[in-house]
């Protein structure tokens, strides 16, 4: 029997798959497509966006998984398998070359055993809350991207603004500054150095988050609240661990 039958032969359903990659290559496999799709992230980001993969399609998503549904979940975050009604093999074979491209992110409480927990030490909101309060909504996708704006986007952003007012932070150049202030004006210190200023890493990603939006034809909120909140924990953490107490 050759190499394609065995595998073939053994991937015949999701818990079949979980078992083909360990830990550290499903954490591998997470971390290429969140490059690919997103560009440079932080290490925050990736943990925080890597919790919620493993979970739906990584070595933590349910055993009766189909292949449709993976790929519809998949989809979240930018992989395509090149098949409209793929098999598991089909999957494996489209994962399998990130399994051993390590990027060298800390994986460290990317799945966490309590999986309960929503909170991070910087964030001090759950998942729920900002995903499912501040913004309640039941539409479930936009095929209008300025009704997206309207209806989500922008009441979003409202309501950040609203929870990080009182949030400031003691800065060398700039005095006392504001989370938002921080968070988004367009350009900030470069790193070790006390005069020249660079764009924005945290408004460059948003930006980025939001003109790939733009672009989709169907936009769905499981994406935007996936790439919102990745985005919100990974300032928190940033913001804190560069201008917090030392």
Same mark, same amino acid.
Not at 41 to 60: A, H, L, V
Not at 147 to 175: C, I, Q, V
């Given at each position: 029997?050759?190499?394609?039958?065995?595998?073939?032969?053994?991937?015949?359903?999701?818990?079949?798959?979980?078992?083909?990659?360990?830990?550290?290559?499903?954490?591998?496999? +997470?971390?290429?497509f969140f490059t690919q799709k997103s560009g440079k992230i932080t290490n925050t980001d990736f943990r925080s966006r890597n919790k919620y993969f493993q979970r739906?399609?990584?070595?933590?998503?349910?055993?009766?998984?189909?292949?449709?549904?993976?790929?519809?979940?998949?989809?979240?975050?930018?992989?395509?398998?090149?098949?409209?009604?793929?098999?598991?093999?089909?999957?494996?074979?489209?994962? +399998?070359?990130? +399994?051993?491209?390590?990027?060298?992110?800390?994986?460290?409480?990317?799945?966490?055993?309590?999986?309960?927990?929503?909170?991070?030490?910087?964030?001090?909101?759950?998942?729920?809350?900002?995903?499912?309060?501040?913004?309640?909504?039941?539409?479930?996708?936009w095929t209008d991207f300025d009704k997206f704006r309207a209806e989500y986007f922008l009441p979003w952003m409202a309501m950040l603004k609203k929870k990080r007012?009182?949030?400031?932070?003691?800065?060398?150049?700039?005095?006392?500054?504001?989370?938002?202030?921080?968070?988004?004006?367009?350009?900030?210190?470069?790193?070790?150095?006390?005069?020249?200023?660079?764009?924005?890493?945290?408004?460059?990603?948003?930006?980025?988050?939001?003109?790939?939006?733009?672009?989709?034809?169907?936009?769905?909120?499981?994406?935007?609240?996936?790439?919102?909140?990745?985005?919100?924990?990974?300032?928190?953490?940033?913001?804190?661990?560069?201008?917090?107490?030392?």
């Amino acid at each position: 029997m050759d190499v394609l039958s065995i595998v073939e032969s053994r991937l015949r359903s999701a818990a079949d798959l979980k078992k083909r990659f360990s830990k550290q290559q499903w954490n591998n496999i +997470a971390s290429n497509f969140f490059t690919q799709k997103s560009g440079k992230i932080t290490n925050t980001d990736f943990r925080s966006r890597n919790k919620y993969f493993q979970r739906q399609i990584g070595i933590e998503m349910a055993d009766d998984t189909t292949p449709e549904n993976w790929q519809l979940k998949a989809a979240v975050y930018g992989i395509s398998v090149n098949s409209s009604m793929p098999s598991w093999v089909d999957i494996y074979n489209t994962i +399998a070359p990130y +399994a051993d491209k390590n990027l060298g992110f800390d994986y460290a409480d990317s799945s966490p055993s309590d999986k309960g927990a929503e909170l991070t030490d910087k964030t001090p909101e759950s998942r729920a809350e900002v995903t499912k309060q501040w913004v309640p909504t039941q539409t479930q996708e936009w095929t209008d991207f300025d009704k997206f704006r309207a209806e989500y986007f922008l009441p979003w952003m409202a309501m950040l603004k609203k929870k990080r007012s009182d949030t400031t932070y003691k800065t060398t150049n700039y005095g006392e500054r504001s989370w938002w202030d921080l968070a988004l004006k367009r350009k900030v210190q470069a790193k070790g150095s006390p005069i020249q200023e660079v764009d924005n890493p945290r408004l460059s990603l948003l930006m980025k988050i939001y003109e790939d939006f733009k672009k989709k034809d169907t936009i769905k909120k499981e994406e935007v609240d996936i790439e919102l909140w990745a985005w919100l924990r990974g300032t928190d953490q940033l913001l804190y661990s560069y201008y917090g107490p030392k």
